[in-house]
Every structure is written in structure tokens, then in C-alpha cells.
Nanobody
């Protein structure tokens, strides 16, 4: 069973940068889609970025490329398996970036490329990012 845990959120000042981390375990294949989503208070969830763990392609939501960067590391564990670490770096944070950020995984190719959250099967618990002065 895929398990996702986000970390790295908190309160930051406008203009700062922040890197969120997603620790993902339980995959049975070497080519899986993992994405980042966010939901500002009172607004709909939106796709931010996604990638495939076995490839080099990255995908970004509308108006997200530029300030957002998604990346991936595969970290071997002592039991002979591995976990995936997926990072989301956000630069030049502004108050509109405030919200709960979610890591999600297991999606068909078309949903990964379009970052369609309705078709992602596994979700983390989310982590709050608050941008304020």
C-alpha cells in the first residue's frame, strides 16, 4: 500500500523560498507518478507539479512553471527496498501561495501529465504553508 508523508511546511515571509518533501513508500513498480497539489483556504484544490519516478519528465500546472520546481530522489533502505523522496521547491513566496499542500501518487499517464487530482489514488495528510509578514 502506498504511503505518503509530507514535511517542510510552516510559516514563511513573503519573498522567501521553501522546499517541501514527500516521503513515498509502498510502490510495487519502478515507474510511478507522484504529484504535488495545494488547496488555499476556501478554494478548490489545484495541481502544482508531477513527475514519474522512473523518468525525467516533469509536469507543471497552469502558471506554475518558473517559481515551482519538482524533483525526485530514490533512497535505499536497510531492508533492501527503497523509498522515493519527491521535493517541491517554491521560490518568491507570496500570500497567495498560502494553503495546504498535498503529495499524491498512483495515477494514469494522462492524469499525471495534466496533474488531475481526481484520478490520483493515494494521498498524504497534507501540510500547511502560511506566507505572511
Amino acid at each position: 500500500q502506498v504511503h505518503l508523508v509530507e514535511s517542510g511546511g510552516g510559516s514563511v515571509a513573503p519573498g522567501a523560498s521553501l522546499t517541501l518533501s514527500c516521503a513515498a513508500t509502498g510502490f510495487t513498480t519502478a515507474h510511478d507518478c507522484i504529484g504535488w497539489f495545494r488547496q488555499p483556504a476556501g478554494k478548490e484544490r489545484e495541481g502544482v507539479a508531477a513527475l514519474y519516478t522512473g523518468g525525467r519528465n516533469t509536469y507543471y500546472g497552469d502558471s506554475k512553471k518558473g517559481r515551482f520546481a519538482i524533483s525526485h530522489d530514490r533512497v535505499p533502505d536497510y531492508q533492501g527496498g527503497a523509498k522515493h523522496m519527491v521535493y517541491l521547491q517554491v521560490d518568491s513566496l507570496n500570500p497567495e501561495d498560502t494553503g495546504v499542500y498535498y503529495c499524491a501518487a498512483v495515477a494514469p499517464q494522462s492524469a499525471c501529465q495534466s496533474i488531475d487530482g481526481s484520478r490520483f489514488e493515494a494521498w498524504g495528510q497534507g501540510i500547511l504553508v502560511n506566507v505572511s509578514s
